[in-house]
């Protein structure tokens, strides 16, 4: 079992930067591939980012390419999500999960490849 815990989200202006944490227990941390993903109202899950057990690869989201910055801490058992030049449209939900099945450098974009998921953290973007 991987138990989740996402934090860092907020109400911030156009252009701003936020970063998201993810903290996370129950399993050797090094053991899963992270990523997260982000869900408006009316829309499916979209992915955001990921990284892979050993960090050494990342993957983003269209949409977040070149804005958005995922990283891990071993240390802390913690994932990270900076978030710059943020846009209204990057208003969302925001889920960290973990993926225990991925290789050591490898990564998936895929929602249902995820077993565990946090609960989310609300990130509004005014204009």
């Known amino acids: 079992q991987v138990q989740l815990a996402e934090s860092g989200g907020g109400l911030v202006q156009a252009g701003g930067s936020l970063r998201l944490s993810c903290a996370a227990s129950?399993?050797?941390?090094?053991?899963?591939?992270m990523g997260w993903f982000r869900q408006s109202p009316g829309k499916e899950r979209e992915f955001v980012a990921a990284?892979?057990?050993?960090?050494?690869?990342?993957g983003y989201g269209d949409s977040v390419k070149g804005r958005f910055t995922i990283s891990r801490d071993g240390r802390k058992n913690t994932v990270y999500l900076q978030m710059n030049s943020l846009k209204p449209e990057d208003t969302a939900v925001y889920y960290c999960?973990?993926?225990?099945?991925?290789?050591?450098?490898?990564?998936?974009?895929?929602?249902?490849?995820?077993?565990?998921w946090g609960q989310g953290t609300q990130v509004t973007v005014s204009s």
């Open positions: 129950g399993r050797t941390f090094s053991g899963y591939a």
């Open positions: 990284i892979s057990r050993s960090g050494g690869s990342t």
């Open positions: 999960a973990a993926d225990v099945r991925r290789s050591t450098r490898d990564y998936t974009t895929s929602v249902s490849s995820y077993d565990y």
